[in-house]
């Protein structure tokens, strides 16, 4: 027998298989549950609205009582200059370092898998903002699935590795080979030529941390041999900031970026806020970012700044300097 189900009930059906929250998902169940014939036919149809309307409001209760942390997301859109992710083994001070360099407070603890969720922090330098992003530890049995989606995604990466501890380089291995295992390479410096396309490389800056600890140097030696051919390694204490003042400049200037400032005519420069851009990016490259118009309609401009004088007429192609700044016309 059929069932025969109005137009009103596949209306509000689509709005359910299109609904975001849970509490949209209730609505749209509820219309369902008023609309569907109740009769024999339809008994199989009502009880599965009624085991998707408990399992809703189930869950709507439940995130009522642990609502997810602020902040908290597992798709994080890039801001500032670059999105860096902190990749390492277990303990070894990722969320340190992030609660050093960032306002963003993730919970630092004495022991391993503290860190369950991504937790992004803007990290100043000069007038440029790096986006950074703690994420939950990687070891040869564990790593969440959407781990490697976000290093993969991300501009840059920190491998933390702890000189604290003897098995600190080889945790560090541990994790490159699990981050392979899933085609995501962390490498010092991006190949040219790429063989394979479904590897994504990902530029890193490798942080041997807990420098302050009892025999750190010699294990700091070992690293050396390791991961010197493949990685810049910079030496700190995230706990006692050794060092960290010079990793937050090798992390912004890791970017490879430039910052341009824009002026209006007669006006000042607005040096508040630069945009920045990769190195070797054209006026016209630029100025896409400054309006989406410009790509078509930029007319000229006048620059101040590296190989010009000041107040130059240059053309698109004209290739920027970091600290120029920039005067737009349409
Ligand atoms: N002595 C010393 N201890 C540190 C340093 N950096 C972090 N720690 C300590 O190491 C422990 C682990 O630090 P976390 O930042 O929680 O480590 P994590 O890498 O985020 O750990 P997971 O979230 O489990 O991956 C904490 O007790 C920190 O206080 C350091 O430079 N020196
Ligand atoms: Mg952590």
Redesign the pocket.
């Known amino acids: 027998m059929a069932v025969n189900l109005t137009p009103q009930y596949h209306e509000a059906e689509a709005e359910f298989k299109k609904a975001q929250t849970a509490e949209e998902r209730l609505e749209c169940l509820k219309k369902m549950w008023a609309l569907v014939p109740k009769h024999k036919a339809s008994e199989k149809l009502q009880a599965e609205i009624k085991k998707k309307l408990s399992d809703t409001k189930e869950e709507i209760e439940h995130d009522r009582k642990s609502p997810k942390k602020a902040g908290v997301s597992y798709k994080i859109p890039k801001q500032g200059a670059g999105q860096y992710v902190f990749v ?1 083994a ?7 370092l992030l609660t050093r360099v960032t306002r963003a407070t993730p919970e ?3 022991y ?4 369950r969720e991504p937790h992004a922090g803007m990290m100043e330098w000069e007038d440029a903002r790096v986006q950074l992003i ?1 994420l ?2 990687i070891t040869p049995d564990f790593m969440e699935s959407w781990v490697s989606s976000m290093v993969r995604s991300a501009d840059a990466a920190l491998l ?1 590795v702890d000189v ?1 501890d003897d098995d600190g380089p080889f945790a560090a291995e541990a994790v490159l080979e699990r981050l392979a295992q899933t085609k995501t390479v962390l490498i010092g410096e991006v190949p040219k030529e790429i063989e394979d396309p479904s590897v994504q490389y990902v530029k890193t800056l490798l942080v041997a ?2 420098i ?2 009892p025999g750190a140097e010699d294990r700091l030696t070992v690293v050396r041999e390791l991961f010197g051919p493949k990685f810049p390694i910079h030496a700190i ?4 900031g050794t060092n960290v003042e010079e990793l937050r400049t090798a992390i912004y200037q890791f970017l490879n970026m430039i910052r341009v400032y824009t002026k209006k005519p007669g006006k000042p420069a607005d040096m508040a806020s630069p945009y920045t851009c990769p190195v070797g990016s054209t006026l016209l490259q630029m100025a896409a970012m400054v309006h989406r118009d410009f790509e078509d309609q930029l007319k000229s401009a006048r620059i101040w700044g590296t190989g010009v004088f000041d107040g130059q007429t240059v053309t698109r192609d004209h290739v920027l300097h970091d600290k120029d700044v920039v005067e737009l016309h349409m």
């Open positions: 390492g277990p303990n070894t001070g990722k969320s340190r630092v603890a004495p391993p898998f503290t860190t703690d939950p530890p933390f604290g941390n807990k302050d600890l204490s995230a706990e006692h």
